[in-house]
C-alpha cells in the first residue's frame, strides 16, 4: 500500500534521490502524465481512490527513471475512468521515453494498443507469439 498518511506530493519525492531542481522536474512531468493526481498533490495518499492510488505508485516508481517499469495487472478492479486515464498515460509514456514496460493484464482490450509484442500465457507456458496485428486474426478471438 502506497504511503497511506503522506501527501502524494511527498510520496512522489519519496521515489527519487536527486537534486531538488531535478525532482521537481520530474514530478511535474509525473504530474501531466496522471493529471489526477496534480489536483490531489496536497492530499494523502489513504484517501486516494484504488485506481488513483495504482498511478500514484506508478508514478512513484517513474520518479526513479528506470529502464524498465513491470506492471502485473494495473488494470484488476479498476474504474473505466481510471482505465482511460492509465492508458492515456502509458501511451504517452510510450511516445516521449525509451522506458520499457513489460504488461502482465488479462484485460486484452486494454494491453493491445500499449503493445510492441505479444506474448499469451497459459500455464505458465507461451502457447501464442507475435505482434498485435496479427493477435486478433489468429489468436484473438479465443482471448478477446
Do not use: C
Not at 52 to 67: F, G, S, V, Y
Amino acid at each position: 500500500e502506497v504511503m497511506r498518511n503522506e501527501t502524494v506530493r511527498r510520496v512522489y519525492l519519496g521515489g527519487q534521490h536527486a537534486a531538488p531542481e531535478e525532482s521537481k522536474e520530474r514530478m511535474e512531468w509525473l504530474f501531466e502524465l496522471f493529471p489526477i493526481l496534480a489536483q490531489r498533490q496536497s492530499q494523502t495518499a489513504g484517501t486516494l481512490s484504488g485506481g488513483e492510488q495504482q498511478m500514484l505508485t506508478i508514478a512513484r516508481a517513474l520518479m526513479m527513471k528506470p529502464q524498465l517499469l513491470i506492471l502485473d495487472e494495473p488494470t484488476l478492479g479498476l474504474a473505466p475512468v481510471i482505465l482511460e486515464q492509465l492508458s492515456k498515460a502509458l501511451e504517452r509514456l510510450r511516445q516521449t521515453t525509451p522506458i520499457t514496460v513489460l504488461l502482465g493484464e488479462q484485460n486484452v482490450t486494454f494491453a493491445l494498443p500499449h503493445a510492441d509484442r505479444v506474448y499469451v500465457l497459459e500455464h505458465a507456458r507461451i502457447v501464442w507469439e507475435g505482434d498485435p496485428s496479427r493477435f486478433a486474426a489468429e489468436a484473438g478471438t479465443g482471448y478477446l
